[in-house]
């Protein structure tokens, strides 16, 4: 059948610009909703048909198959060798290809109904797939919008490339929008409807409540605090179960913050109605039965009864607490067994002391907690000792073999001045050898006079000014005595040594003249005339001293 393309190439334009979908989906979708439909009308699901469609040669074709075969077996899908030949155009051997081309023009009406129906549900399905690809890193995630129409059944919002509807039902209970508004929408999912594909927004989930958390609460952002459930009635009151990461942080403070700064900022972007939604931090336990206890506030819950098996919980708590755990219009009781997964029936603590019913105390389940606590914070120490080293494997991503640089340990601890007489003397030793040792030798009894320890046993003792005067006089002349004795005895070594040389028996060259000798001679004697003035008697001199 010949087609009019350029009809046909408009049309595909116009589908490709106000859907998104392009021409060779759309062509594909035409074609197996024709062939879906050809066979319905031949009455088996399995009848071998086709479609061709060529644009370029103008073609539109639809036929059925069969195989020729010598014996038939099924009509629906072989013909015989002599009715294939019938048709003298062409002749078919056994196991050619028959086709039974069908006109356009002859199509009933009920096949083109299904075509249509098919081609629709094709079209949708493409749709979705194309607004899936556009939006699928989107989805889970908040997105800014423009309400672009609001009535009391929703509000249309335009988020860019497409607009999507907002349901009342997905609305924050009495929340209302003007036309230009902007509002922040959660993307739920890509679905299709009566309307085609379209993205599912929502303001009521609590998908929008944990959005709008993680962008306000720093830690909930970054990763050390984790949101593990949410019950939420949109515009009355949700429940929020938090746990932390980091043993150190209180994950419901941290998430509350400083007077509640952090909450209500949270608070203040769920809807704009008359009343505020009410947010309820609670603190993830493992142990259910406080869980329950803590998905219950603000009742004050005296124990509990837990049957895990069951999922159910019998809870005991304070008489006056009854109307808070059950909460307006029962909303509390309904958010605590939404956010634990337990069926909880609540009782007073008379009734239950009437009753004799057994259950374990808030106190008992603390204790239990903190021994879990206590395991946890040992765990995450032994843990820590990986990262000081005192971990007997290797850690991961360093070599085979790799050894840790050990801390350096001195004997004795130096410096720079230190460095620098060890040089000087080392020079020194150089130079004169045998001369500073003998120094050396004769200096450490100085070194030990207990000069300091005269001073310091006088200090301690009542004595008299004149006493300690004249221990000062008597170890400055022992000190002076002692320096006078080592100049004689060195000069007397220096004069054995002329000797030797001067009268030893083999031929050798005087080190010095005898004009030098002489010389030394008198500078030595001078020394001694002047030793010998420094001996000096201070007794005569008490007199000018005043005696206290």
Request: glycine share 6%; with cysteine; aromatic share 6%.
């Amino acid at each position: 059948m010949a087609i009019n393309v350029n009809e046909i190439n408009a049309a595909l334009e116009a589908i490709e610009v106000n859907k998104g979908i392009s021409r060779d989906v759309v062509l594909a979708a035409l074609k197996e909703s024709m062939m879906k439909a050809f066979r319905k009308s031949l009455g088996a699901d399995d009848a071998l048909v086709g479609v061709d469609i060529d644009l370029d040669k103008g073609v539109f074709e639809m036929y059925q198959i069969k195989n020729v075969v010598e014996d038939v077996q099924d009509d629906l899908l072989e013909i015989s060798v002599e009715d294939a030949n019938e048709d003298k155009a062409k002749k078919y051997n056994v196991g050619d290809e028959y086709r039974i081309y069908v006109p356009i023009e002859e199509l009933r009406k009920a096949m083109v109904i299904t075509i249509k129906s098919l081609l629709k549900q094709k079209f949708a399905e493409a749709e979705k797939e194309v607004l899936h690809e556009q939006f699928k890193d989107k989805i889970n995630t908040l997105i800014t919008g423009r309400v672009e129409q609001y009535d009391e059944r929703g509000a249309t919002v335009n988020i860019g490339k497409a607009s999507v509807y907002l349901t009342r039902k997905e609305m924050i209970k009495d929340e209302k929008f003007a036309v230009g508004d902007t509002i922040k929408l959660f993307v739920n999912d890509v679905a299709t409807g009566p309307r085609g594909a379209h993205i599912v927004v929502s303001r009521a989930s609590e998908g929008f409540l944990k959005a709008i958390m993680t962008e306000e609460i720093h830690d909930i952002y970054d990763g050390t605090i984790e949101i593990v459930a949410i019950a939420r009635e949109a515009g009355e009151r949700s429940k929020v179960a938090v746990t932390s990461k980091d043993i150190n942080v209180d994950p419901a403070g941290a998430c509350i913050g400083p007077n509640g700064t952090r909450i209500q900022k949270v608070v203040s972007q769920l809807g704009n109605g008359a009343s505020k939604e009410k947010i309820d931090i609670i603190t993830y336990k493992d142990n259910a039965g406080l869980y329950i206890m803590e998905s219950l506030k603000p009742a004050q819950v005296v124990g509990v009864q837990v049957d895990q098996e069951k999922k159910s919980a019998l809870v005991v708590v304070k008489d006056d607490s009854l109307s808070l755990a059950i909460g307006r219009k029962g909303v509390n009781a309904r958010l605590a067994v939404k956010l634990t997964g337990y069926h909880i029936d609540i009782k007073v603590e008379t009734e239950a002391l009437e009753q004799g019913l057994e259950y374990q105390s808030f106190e008992e389940l603390s204790a239990q907690d903190m021994e879990e606590h206590a395991k946890k914070v040992a765990e995450a120490q032994k843990q820590s000792l990986v990262y000081q080293g005192e971990y007997s494997g290797a850690l991961p991503g360093l070599p085979e073999g790799y050894v840790a640089p050990q801390e350096r340990k001195y004997e004795t601890e130096s410096n720079d001045f230190d460095e620098a007489l060890e040089e000087v003397a080392e020079s020194e030793e150089i130079k004169t050898a045998p001369a500073v040792e003998e120094v050396k030798e004769e200096v450490k009894p100085v070194e030990e006079a207990p000069v300091k320890e005269e001073v310091t046993t006088s200090v301690k003792t009542t004595t008299t000014l004149e006493d300690l005067e004249k221990s000062l006089e008597d170890s400055s002349k022992s000190a002076k005595k002692s320096s006078s004795n080592k100049r004689k005895k060195k000069v007397e070594e220096e004069k054995e040594e002329e000797k030797v040389v001067k009268h030893a028996d083999t031929p050798r060259m005087s080190i010095y003249t005898e004009e030098e000798l002489k010389e030394m001679e008198a500078e030595e004697e001078e020394a001694e005339e002047e030793v010998e003035e420094e001996d000096i008697d201070y007794d005569e001199y008490d007199q000018y001293y005043d005696e206290d």
